[in-house]
Every structure is written in structure tokens, then in C-alpha cells.
């Protein structure tokens, strides 16, 4: 796998030169430049909560979640940086990441909120315009988001440790988006054929007893997205048990902003890194 790292200090941006890594260029934005049948995923770097971009070709932007309390400047920032202007759809995973929703809503011009369970009774205390179109998904619902790309809710609950569960597949790729970490949701991602799973975003922050041996097993994906949080930490030994299982892991806050990038047959990964 091609891997591309660029760095952010203080307020500017630079890209390092694979051949001259001393020697940084500073650029204005980064252009994931997307071919026909090319998807990039990008899991934002925020100080706290969840959101993820998901750009298509036809310039297409769509984003899941929005994001903890106090970080909308850091998410302009970063779709700034990504060239977004316009958002089609927000999804929504849990009720826990619609801090900047209704912002996000008037600046993104956003046609279309998907949400389940968890997100129902917080989207009805928010101030969504009626021109946009909220829809309710459930378990088992399947929906086309792009060309080549699908989305198919595996688990949606409401209970405590618990949220909308989506797969997402583009051609031969699956990335599944986890938000729930209860027993019983365990035992429904354990019942279902999740064995080519490429790319996993933990739920729960990784927090202790959010991911188990037997998922790890069940799954066995490639490689683990875990966003960061101002109050759970990553329980070590799970990060350990993924390592164990030779799944690549990618820590927002380590790492920073990953992005990665699909093509039909294959994925490169690219991390912007950001000097707190």
C-alpha cells in the first residue's frame, strides 16, 4: 500500500516531497484528484467527535456526522482545505455527533439527512430547514449513495452504547462505520457475513469493551479508524489485540486527518498531520 504524508504547522499547510522530506511545499488546499470510478473517504482529525467526507469524481460531497461540541471552526477549516463548498447528504450515526448539524445544514447548502434510531428524537430539537429532506432509515434498509457506492444499515439501535451501524461498499471494497458497542449489537454483526471488511471506524472511541477478540476474528479487516475524543480514551489493549491481528491502526489524534482513496481494484491511504 502507497502511503503520502503531509503535515500541518501553525496556521498553513505543507505537503513533504517523497524524495526531500526536509524540504516542505506549502499548499492552499489539498486535491484528492478523483478519477471516474474513484471515491475518497476522509475521517476528519477534530479535537473532539466524529465526522467523515466522502467525495466522488463528480465533485459529489458527503459527510458522516459532524463533529463534537466547539469544533465547527476546525470543520470549515478542513472541508475548506478539501475544497467542499456544497454537502448533498449528512448522515448521521448517533445522537452524540449532530453538534454542528444544523450550521453545517446553512453553509453546506445540504439537500438530504439520513438518520436511525439514535439520531430521531435529537433531530427533532434542531432547527432543520424544511427545504431539506430527513429520512429515517432502519436495519437492513440498503440505499445507493453514488455510483458504485451503496450503504446498507447492519445494526440500529437506541439503547445506551448503541447507534446506526452502516456498511459501506464501492465495487469489492467494504467500509464499515460502527457506532454501536453492545452485547447485542455484537451478537448481530457476529450473525452477519462481514468477512471482507477492508476498513473498520471502531465505535466508541475504542473504549474498553467496545470491540472484542471475536469481531477482530469475524471481521479480520485491514485496517482501523479510531476518531478522538476529549473524554474516552482508547483502551490499550484492544489496540493491542489489533496490532496482534496485523490490522493497520490510524488514530485521529496520532495520525491526523486520514484520508483514503479507492479505485476500483484497489486504496492508497494519505494523513495530514496537524501541530497542536
Known sequence: MKLIMAILAFMNWYYFPYESPSAPVEVEGVDVNLKRDELAITFLALSDGEAA??????????????????????????LALFHVKNISTVILTSNSEMENLEEIIRKYNVGKVLSGKAGETALMEKMIPAGVKVENWKRGDRQKLLPGLTAEVVFDGSEESEGTDISFQFFHHQIFYMSSASHQSEQAFLAEPLRNVNIIKLPAYAAKGSFSDLLIEHMDPQLAIIFKSNSIKPDPDLVEMLH????????????GTVTIKFTQSTYDVITIMGEE
Request: net charge negative.
Open 244 to 255: 496482534e491481528a496485523w490490522i493497520d491502526v490510524y488514530f485521529t489524534k496520532q495520525h
Open 53 to 78: 467526507l466522502i467525495q466522488y469524481a463528480t465533485g459529489e460531497n458527503i459527510l458522516v456526522n459532524t463533529g463534537g461540541k466547539g469544533t465547527m471552526k476546525e470543520l470549515e477549516r478542513l
